[in-house]
């Protein structure tokens, strides 16, 4: 047996020494690794993902007085709203447009969404043997910008530049649901801007709601 203060003895106990403070901090490396993982996944996920938009739908429901305007008539007066591909559109005016791009936070809904597709407007009027008139108006491309003065903008040959924004989106009190995933954002009202207003036509007001916007992305 040797004594401690033997130079062996006194490198064995030092080499027992280093192993084992060697295995500790292995140990608390090991534990802290894990932790230090979840707490960035924690830090990340409360200031939301940005999600990079490959798919989804952005879809504008027309409320049923502004579809009234929209639609309908007689074969003297009447108008006539429909879907350009790749947008679809249902009976009752909602009109669904496939997303093609652009990027959205999953927790506050901020960011841009582009989508394809559009829509025209045809009005006619008549009195047989004595007058008759159509108009037709298209626009194209939604593009929603979800910022500081949330907009819809689409693009429009009526319209110099082509590119205006038709929607006024009021987002305030619409709560994103997302994850890293995707994003939805929930019937946000809509109402129509100086140009929604020359577009549509008067029998719309300024500051009336006209429609909500459900935008459902997929990442």
Not at 117 to 122: E, N, Y
């Amino acid at each position: 047996m040797f004594k401690l203060n033997h130079p062996r003895a006194r490198r064995m106990a030092l080499a027992s020494l280093l192993a084992l403070s060697f295995a500790a901090t292995a140990t608390m490396a090991v534990t802290a690794a894990p932790a230090a993982a979840r707490a960035q996944a924690a830090k990340k996920k409360s200031k939301g993902f940005t999600v990079k938009l490959k798919g989804g739908t952005l879809t504008i429901a027309f409320t049923s007085a502004a579809w009234s305007s929209l639609s309908g008539g007689s074969a003297d007066v009447g108008t006539a709203t429909t879907p350009t591909a790749p947008a679809t559109s249902t009976p009752t005016g909602s009109f669904s447009f496939p997303i093609s791009g652009g990027t959205l936070n999953s927790l506050t809904g901020k960011g841009s969404v582009s989508a394809k597709g559009g829509f025209t407007i045809d009005r006619h009027l008549s009195l047989p043997g004595l007058f008759e008139s159509s108009s037709s108006a298209s626009a194209e491309n939604p593009s929603a910008s979800l910022g500081s003065s949330p907009s819809l903008v689409l693009s429009s040959a009526n319209f110099t530049p082509s590119s205006v924004a038709l929607f006024k989106l009021a987002t305030t009190h619409v709560k994103a649901l997302g994850n890293k995933h995707g994003v939805t954002l929930n019937k946000i009202p809509a109402s129509l801007t100086p140009a929604g207003l020359q577009f549509f036509g008067d029998t719309f007001k300024a500051g009336e709601t006209v429609a909500t916007i459900t935008i459902a992305a997929k990442g």
